[in-house]
């Protein structure tokens, strides 16, 4: 079932699922920007050790470039990460960055670029170096795993996304848990 919903000259698509009783907002209709949404997840240091975080997600459009932006939040930290997903559509490319706001200079933490031949409706994405040595039993998340939002194939949800700092240590934002199942 698809529902619309006007609000300021926007438009807002709902989608219920008969199988799904909660709704989630994906995209607007005019791909312009949408209200953030509030979520929770998880911040991940190794297996089996994860913390919890909230974030919000919103949808931007700039030029031919579908950008999703995640303000990540913690009880310990506040808001202190952004993560933005940008798809360049005309490109087949997605570039994902890590920006640490809590820094006046430099927060830049990582960059990772993904290209498709061809968009599709299944999650996608990849393990790193570190999960094809070390993680034989797949307890560890993607290094980066997207999700396309609808089949418009514009705004892509991230599942999952390394963090890798200056000092050395790897870290995981868990942003999807359901998507990296079907990875």
């Known amino acids: ?32 920007v949408s209200e953030p949404t509030e979520f929770t ?9 994860y913390s919890p975080i909230t974030f919000t997600r919103e949808y931007q459009k700039s030029g031919d ?44 933490i990582s960059s990772q670029e993904f290209t498709y031949d061809e ?3 299944q999650a996608f994405g990849y393990r790193g170096a570190f999960q094809e ?11 980066l795993a997207l999700k396309f939002t609808s089949r418009d194939f514009q705004y892509v949800k991230i599942a999952s996304i390394v963090r890798d700092d200056q000092l050395g240590s790897t870290k995981w934002y868990i942003l999807d848990n359901k998507n990296l199942d079907k990875l």
């Open 133 to 143: 040595q070390f993680d034989a039993q797949h307890q560890l998340p993607f290094d």
């Open 119 to 121: 968009p599709s409706t």
């Open 65 to 108: 470039n579908f950008i999703t932006l995640y303000k990540i939040s913690s009880a310990e930290n506040g808001y202190y990460l952004n993560i933005t997903a940008t798809h360049i559509k005309s490109q087949k490319k997605i570039t994902v960055s890590v920006d640490d706001i809590t820094v006046s200079t430099n927060g830049h």
């Open 1 to 32: 079932m698809k529902t619309v919903l006007m609000l300021l000259g926007l438009s807002i698509i709902f989608i219920t699922s008969c199988n799904n009783s909660t709704n989630e907002k994906t995209e607007t209709q005019d791909n312009s």
């Open 41 to 49: 997840g998880s911040f991940c240091t190794g297996p089996n050790e």
